[in-house]
């Protein structure tokens, strides 16, 4: 069983939708989830970290962590053609800056 | 505040020949990350740096990947000699230790390295 696991789509949803995009851990040592956003052709960037179990809201975007089922989870709200990308999920574990990748996730909002 | 910076951006080899990607950090972080993306996949780490002494490079194969970080800035990431199978991007990435910020990983556009 691989530590991450996370659905490579793609989805595809109309502009407006909400959206949402998982991921399944098994390590339960993991204590730090961030979510990272890839446009085509660029690097990672940072959308949202959290520690604890529970939601944590940054505009359209909301994170939530579920440590008791392993799994985290991303909601997009009024989806937009700009948020067309690829969501990777990234796991660390307390004391360490190395983080675990999921696969990602191909996200197309269609106008 | 300028990003991360790599080149070359796109590279084609042949197997068995030597490459080498640099990285500039941004400015001021002291840790710096080497990462593999195989197409479909997510990042996987190479190696990180803490200025310049290596953190982690339990998953860099040591027998034709080399990093150096030479005065606790630039880096460069080679391979020699290159096999098909290492045909990715390569991204680089930098952070400032200690609290939250650690885990704000800052990543360059990468190098698209394909060898035929």
């Known amino acids: 069983q691989k530590e991450v696991e996370q659905d490579p789509g793609p989805l595809s949803v109309p502009e407006g939708a909400i959206v949402s995009l998982n991921c399944t851990y098994s390590?339960?040592?993991?204590?730090?989830f961030m979510w990272y956003r890839q446009y085509s052709r660029k690097g990672p960037e940072l959308l949202m970290y959290?520690?604890?179990?529970g939601n944590k809201e940054d505009g359209r975007f909301t994170a939530q962590v579920d440590k008791s089922s392993k799994y985290i989870s991303l909601f997009i709200r009024d989806s937009q053609p700009s948020d067309s990308a690829t969501y990777l999920c990234a796991l660390s574990q307390g004391g360490s800056e190395k983080l675990v990748f999921g696969k990602g996730t191909k996200l197309t909002v269609n106008p | 505040e300028a990003g991360v910076a790599q080149s070359p951006r796109y590279k084609i080899i042949e197997k068995r020949q030597s490459v080498a990607f640099w990285c500039n950090p941004i400015s001021g972080h002291a840790t710096l990350y080497w990462y593999q993306q195989i197409l479909g996949q997510g990042p996987k780490l190479l190696i990180q740096?803490?200025?310049?002494?290596?953190?982690?490079d339990s998953q860099l194969p040591k027998d034709r990947f080399s990093a150096e970080r030479l005065k606790g800035v630039d880096s460069t990431l080679k391979i020699q000699p290159a096999k098909l199978e290492d045909s990715a991007v390569y991204l680089c990435?930098?952070?400032?230790?200690?609290?939250?910020?650690?885990?704000?990983?800052?990543f360059g556009p990468g190098t698209r390295l394909t060898v035929t």
């Open positions: 990435a930098s952070s400032s230790p200690g609290g939250s910020g650690r885990f704000e990983q800052y």
């Open positions: 740096f803490q200025n310049n002494g290596v953190v982690d």
């Open positions: 390590n339960s040592a993991f204590q730090y």
């Open positions: 959290t520690y604890s179990s």
